[in-house]
């Protein structure tokens, strides 16, 4: 697809979080931070997320859509991924994986209660158990499947606010693009040798 249709695809799904580092203490950590800011900053409820420990060292976390967008399009929503991305950038700490947020190249998200190869499960816990969590009950917590319940997802006015805010950006910066021109010739201009020559620093001033 051309850089104009890419622009057009529209998606739907959860918001979503990827933590992940070698150090697992640190991911814990700052996995726990990420959560109460959503909680102090934003008044997330966390039983109407859905939280997941991986079973390696990373942790996963979702929004469902109608936490924060009130009318969920029937077709999806344009660009979708770049707005999550703004999101992320926004709320970003460390271990926090940004480059999730692909549009062109998808990347796998891990199914719950599915075996690893290490032994362990990717499962759901609760906010209260991830409060809870250390590096050793991590281990055990992902060693056996298991399923968790959460709340039905209502609106939060203030999810709700951040993402009409990054919408808006992202369709503001996508219009700006538009607008310039590709020149169907800049390949070919580019081999020039006039262009070789000022890359190599032929004439050009320090």
């Known amino acids: 697809l051309s850089p104009e ?3 057009k695809l529209c998606y739907a799904g959860p918001l979503y979080f990827d933590f992940d580092s070698t150090d697992a203490e640190l991911v814990l950590n700052k996995f726990k931070d990420f959560c109460a800011r959503l909680v102090d900053e934003f008044l997330v409820d966390m039983e109407q997320c859905r ?7 990373g942790f996963h976390l979702e ?8 009318k969920v399009p029937r077709d999806g929503i344009e660009m979708l991924p770049l707005i999550f991305r703004e999101i992320a950038s926004h709320l970003a700490v460390d271990t926090l994986d940004m480059r999730i947020y692909s549009v062109r190249k998808g990347r796998m998200w891990r199914t719950p209660n599915v075996e690893r190869t290490n032994g362990h499960y990717k499962v759901p816990i609760t906010y209260q158990e991830l409060l809870e969590l250390t590096t050793e009950s991590v281990d055990t917590i992902t060693s056996t499947p298991r399923q968790v ?11 709700e606010l951040l993402f009409a805010s990054k919408q ?9 693009r538009t607008k310039i021109k590709i020149d169907p010739d800049a390949k070919r201009k580019s081999e020039s040798a006039s262009v070789l020559l000022a890359m190599s620093g032929v004439g050009l001033k320090e």
Not at 168 to 176: D, I, S, T, Y
């Open 51 to 57: 939280l997941y420990a991986t079973g390696g060292r």
């Open 149 to 159: 319940t959460t709340k039905p997802p209502l609106i939060n006015a203030d999810l």
């Open 63 to 70: 929004i469902p859509m109608p936490m924060f967008c009130s």
């Open 168 to 176: 808006q950006f992202v369709a503001e910066r996508l219009a700006k």
């Open 5 to 7: 249709a890419m622009t």
